[in-house]
């Protein structure tokens, strides 16, 4: 009930294309879904985020879909660039437990070719 | 901008040393972490620290304890290294009264040999 799952693990992506990724979750309790980017060499840096009282958050080339009913979210990028390549991870909390663990998904690499 | 440190970006280590991971934040963030990521198995928590001193067990703590002296600074100490320990170690922070966001590290790959 605690796990995220993400798909595809891997995704290559032509410059200008729609780069979408999808993550589903079972435990209900979980109000906040983070979406983090990943360069090589590099930390986790936040990209967006939404809460469940929205089904959709858009910051310029990147929307979160979300469908509470299905326990699904989505990302999508728009206009992918090469500067886009990198791996993301979506991720789940609540801040209904004692100190609001994040579950993060197992990562999709993306590549984005000119 | 927030910033956290991690000791070293590359550690060699032998079985059975005692290894020690220090992550420093300069934001007053109460809250820290210690992840370990490996591929396809994404970030998975191994502790959490919500203020100096106080601990919770994350995920997959067998193997590794911490150590939260100051509120800057936080250490992942593995008391006899062994090879299933080789992975990526990640240390990130938070300030839950401004965001959820969490501000990571750049990492620490350890290899055990």
């Known amino acids: 009930q605690q796990q995220v799952k993400q798909s595809p693990q891997s995704l290559i992506v032509q410059k200008g294309g729609i780069s979408i990724i999808n993550c589903a979750y079972e435990?209900?309790?979980?109000?906040?879904f983070p979406w983090y980017q990943q360069f090589p060499g590099k930390g986790p840096a936040l990209l967006i985020a939404i809460r469940p009282d929205v089904s959709e958050k858009k910051e310029g080339r990147f929307t979160i879909s979300f469908n509470k009913s299905a326990k699904q979210f989505s990302l999508h990028i728009m206009d992918s660039q090469p500067g886009d390549s990198a791996t993301y991870f979506c991720a789940a909390s609540s801040r209904k437990t004692s100190y609001d663990k994040v579950i993060f998904g197992p990562g999709t690499s993306l590549s984005v070719i000119p | 901008d927030v910033k956290v440190t991690q000791s070293s970006r590359y550690l060699v280590k032998r079985t059975g040393e005692k290894v020690f991971l220090e992550c420093v934040q300069d934001?007053?963030?109460?809250?820290m972490f210690w992840y370990r990521q490996d591929p396809g198995l994404g970030l998975r928590l191994i502790y959490f620290s919500y203020d100096v001193k106080m601990k919770e067990k994350g995920d997959i703590p067998e193997g590794y304890s911490v150590s939260r002296e100051k509120k800057e600074r936080f250490s992942l100490i593995l008391e006899s290294a062994s090879t299933n320990q080789t992975s990526m170690y990640l240390c990130?922070?938070?300030?839950?009264?401004?965001?959820?966001?969490?501000?990571f590290g750049p990492g620490t790959r350890l290899t055990v040999t």
């Open positions: 934001m007053d963030h109460e809250n």
């Open positions: 435990n209900t309790a979980f109000d906040y």
């Open positions: 990130a922070s938070r300030d839950l009264a401004v965001s959820y966001e969490q501000y």
